[in-house]
């Protein structure tokens, strides 16, 4: 009964070890589990930031030129869509739409292959679309960013005299 009871022992020592070994591993596979996810999430948040400056970068910068009167807050814009077809025969004709912003007059006209337009400071999208002979069409977009009129503050110095 002795060595029934000491291999009975032992065996419950065995289970208890394999028991705690196996639930140490799980342990460290959830804990790398949980490491992962968070790591994911971090990268996937620096992801999308990468694409909000992608989208930021990628606009078209201008700023309104400074002159001195603060009621002039306007710039010109100026947009050029420059279509290549494969076939040097096919005209190409040009379609300016604007998507976002506050509404501008493009021009000459919308139909122009370069455009300009006043903006005052703010953002504006626009697409163009090119057309060939045979209406095969490609579209591209932009975005403008116009930046208020520049203006440092004034300096000043007093000067004391004897």
């Avoid at 455009?115 to 490609?138: L, Q, R």
């Amino acid at each position: 009964m002795n060595n029934l009871n000491g291999y009975i022992l032992l065996l419950i020592g065995f289970v208890v070890v394999f028991t705690t070994k196996i639930l140490e591993d799980r342990a460290k596979i959830i804990k790398i589990e949980n490491n992962n996810r968070i790591r994911t999430e971090r990268l996937a948040d620096e992801r999308a930031g990468q694409a909000r400056i992608d989208i930021e970068m990628a606009k078209c910068r201008v700023t309104v030129p400074h002159d001195g009167n603060k009621l002039s807050n306007k710039a010109i814009v100026s947009l050029s869509a420059n279509g290549s077809d494969s076939d040097e025969t096919d005209k190409l004709s040009y379609r300016w739409s604007q998507t976002a912003g506050t509404a501008v007059k493009l021009k000459p006209n919308r139909t122009a292959k370069d455009i300009h337009f006043n903006a005052e400071a703010g953002e504006y999208s626009f697409e163009v679309s090119v057309k060939d002979n045979y209406d095969e069409t490609m579209t591209e977009t932009v975005t403008v960013k116009v930046l208020p009129e520049p203006n440092n503050s004034p300096d000043v110095e007093i000067i004391c005299s004897m």
